[in-house]
């Protein structure tokens, strides 16, 4: 085990309307969500999320943070309020047809949505100098912390595994999506592996419809990188959280990839959900610690 925690949750999962709210003026609530957290012996992965570069330091903080993550995007208002406008005519006509498996919120939802950042991750992160600021204090914070990053750039930490990861090694290496996995099983670094973007769907927007990992090369590429994945996300969106909470977690769609990796990675799991906009800081950290203890108990 790489930490004393094995299991883990993304700070935006505790994005509430208070939290963006209080962002604008004095940041997240950072004491709240720690001390929730460290309570039910979760550790947090932490994001650059509006405010960190001001309001966040060490004495605030009572739980372990064991990862650290690049804010996805980010945006200015006049750019995010331009593209809400743009995308909101197909949320309207319910036809997200110009990007083939994208719902009608996931256009406006943010999170690799192109190189564009949306008003959701202006909301999060703000302007590129803020996100990049706020990332330069996490580091500062937690220098031992896993570093995952959305760019192979340097040597440090790990690279997550996505669709505009594939797209640049492939155009760079002038090779198709079955070379890409390959290349990633034979490679001598170190990656994160998300649930959603290797083996769901590559992109929420639709502009990369397929997964990372193809079905038929499922269990060789799992077995392949036992060795390499110190940090997995479990990305579940509010259906797949149902499932769990209602005692039902073998219909999960991922059930078998989900518990292969559990059992046998050495690696920091990390639970990404939706946040619920107007929960409570305690009641989010219950709902993580429920579905942690429902998953370990399935999966041991």
Known sequence: MRSEYKQGVNIVAFGNLFQLLRSFILGWDFQAISEEVAKRKIALMMLPVRGSRKSLNHEMMKCTVVALEEAWNHSTLGAALIKLFGDLKYVI???PSKVPGASKLDRISGMNFSDKGTI???????????????????????PKAIISHHSPHGNSGVVEIHPEFRRL?????HIGHTKFVEWIMSSNRNYCIDTFHTFS???RD???PNPVVPENMRRQFLEAMVSKTPEVHFRLNKYEVELILSGRVKELPLYSEMMFMYQNYDAIFVLEIYPDIFSTVSATAVKVR????ILDSEFR
């Open 120 to 142: 959701v991750d202006w909301l999060l992160f703000g302007n590129k100098k803020e996100a990049s600021l706020g990332f330069v204090t996490l580091l500062k914070l937690w």
């Open 290 to 293: 429920r579905i942690w203890d």
């Open 93 to 95: 006509s319910g036809s």
């Open 169 to 173: 090694i492939c155009k760079n290496l």
């Open 206 to 208: 639709g502009l990369e």
């Open 201 to 203: 769907r590559g992109s």
